[in-house]
């Protein structure tokens, strides 16, 4: 672009100074003068031969000469207002002052190094995604897979941590003379879908089915997005759009199965059934010799489904608290915990010492202290995958920690729970060196320790939000990025913030990475943290929605936000927090 406008001004400059150069001789042409002269010279001559020859008299003679050197009087004083070589020559300098002026001062004051290192690194990715598009299968590009699962990869996989030049890049090479090159909007669609800016995804992939109406890939992405969107909710669009697809594609399973699922957590049972049942005719058709074991074994699962479903009995995520009183956590010094502090709740199932679950609360000088925490299946260890009402024998115990010490301040002793029971207590003291734990507590606690360095702990606070007046659709975002960066690297949604109670303990790990395969966030130094209040499900932020400033944050410090800011206007990224 640089080198164009350069360009045209170069040949502007050879167009403005191209008459001055030439030869004079080159200059020299007829004029309107010079035809007037000419003929004056030939009139005078006439006159004079027919004066001499008696044909004119004196006083014919004179009138008619001084006709004729009127005309050329005319010419002449009109020809000599025009500007001498010299003046014509000044008035183009001056002339090209200006863009001169105009050019230097945006080379000086605008053309920053930033932009210019902006320029150089997209015209470099540019060339790069260029390179890799052109060798990526149209199989990898219709694929469900994830940008980072693509085969083949791209010969510099760097490009994947330099986004910020990146998309500028791919959105480039989209909305210019390649806006209709399928390949390219499919590439950019996956990677902003792989960084969960959907709406961006989506309008791609929609520009994507303006142009193959029937195109796979575009027409499960827009429906995938679209869920999301709705908290998974299945809308009349939505129902519409699946059935479309179905009409395209009556053989496609994966998203059958995604349908199935959905309709069943929608409370759409019969609809569930339908699908598992079209599923299981599909998977029956398979003939191969080589793969009937695996046909048989994917039929007998389905039929356990479908017969399950019918129960309205299939295992859901559905959430039972456990709730664990801590009144007694009233009556300790809070002398001894003015330090910031981590209260651990752990539950262990006694029968075979399994660590079940656990759950940290930051404890802060101004924050209030809380009267009871609740457990459930989203606290349980990752290697636990039976939910806690399927353990007979659970019981709970809890400690209080300085944050920056690691030292345990107050414990309490195991706590059972009854049978069939969701709610405990425990009961905090001072911990003493002669205080000893047995050995599937210890190992719980260990359990936790090791996993310290390896998430950060977030409290959220929101002091002036009044939660009753949220929308049922509200979400609280946590967004991770390098610091002075817009790029997210993590972020986490908690759905359902209208029912959240703050101050609000979060944990992010690299299991809220927005790409696969990317390095681990507790490898990285100088890693801010920012949290939204969003009004909707949607990421990207609106007005309207409460925010906090970003923070600097670390596995072994007192992590802290405050969402104080309300929104003024939307963006259309989330990578602008």
Known sequence: MIFASFLLFALTILAIFYPLTRSKSAQQEVTLQDIYQKN????????????????????????????????????????????????????????LLFP????????????????????????????????????????????????????????????????????????????KDTHDNIPTLKLLGKLLYDVKWLSASHEVYTRVLSLSPTDFIANAMIIDIEMQSSNNKITPTIQAKMDRFFALYPAETSMRVMYAQALYDNQMIEKSVEQWRILRELFAQNRDPSRQEQVQQTLQAIDMIITSVTQQAMETTQVRNYVINLQTFADLDWDKLSTPSILTLYMIDQ??????????????????????????????????????????????????????????????????????????????????????????????????????????????????????????????????????????????????AKNLTFPLTIAVTDANKLMEGTPSLFTMENLEIGGRLSMGSDVVGKAGDIESTKQMISPSKVNIITLDQIREESKASPMVQ
Do not use: C
Request: no cysteine; proline share 6%.
């Open 351 to 496: 029968e075979d010492n399994t660590s079940v679950a656990y759950k940290e609360i930051l404890i802060t000088p101004d924050t209030q202290l809380p009267t009871e925490l609740a457990l459930n299946d989203f606290n349980r260890f990752d290697d636990v995958k039976n939910p806690i009402r399927s353990f007979e024998h659970l019981a709970v115990f809890a400690e209080i920690t300085n944050i920056v010490n690691g030292e345990s301040v107050y414990v309490t002793d195991l706590s059972q729970l009854a049978k069939g029971a969701y709610e405990s207590a425990v009961m905090f003291e001072v911990n003493s060196k002669n205080r000893k734990r047995s050995e599937p507590m210890q190992k719980t606690v260990d359990l936790v320790n090791a996993q310290k360095d390896q998430r950060f702990l977030i409290q959220v606070n929101a002091p002036n939000v009044d939660l009753s007046t949220l929308p049922e659709e509200a979400t609280l975002n946590l967004f991770i990025s390098p610091a002075g960066s817009r790029m997210p690297l993590a972020a986490k949604k908690i759905p359902s």
């Open 100 to 175: 001169l002026l105009a050019i230097g001062g945006f080379w000086a004051y605008s053309y920053t190094p930033e932009t210019r290192t902006f320029d150089t690194e997209r015209a470099r990715l540019i060339n790069e995604f260029t390179e890799w598009r052109e060798v990526i299968p149209t199989s990898e590009l219709d694929s469900l897979n994830g940008i980072l699962a693509i085969e083949p990869q791209p010969r510099d996989p760097e490009i994947f941590n330099q986004l910020k030049y990146g998309f500028p890049a791919l959105f480039f090479m989209s909305a």
């Open 40 to 95: 004056y010279l030939a009139t005078e001559k006439r006159l004079s031969a027919e004066l001499a020859n008696g044909q004119l008299t004196q006083a014919e003679y004179d009138i008619q000469n001084a006709e004729a050197a009127r005309d050329l009087l005319k010419i002449s004083q009109k020809n000599g207002k025009n500007l001498s070589q010299p003046a014509r020559l000044l008035v183009v300098l001056i002339t």
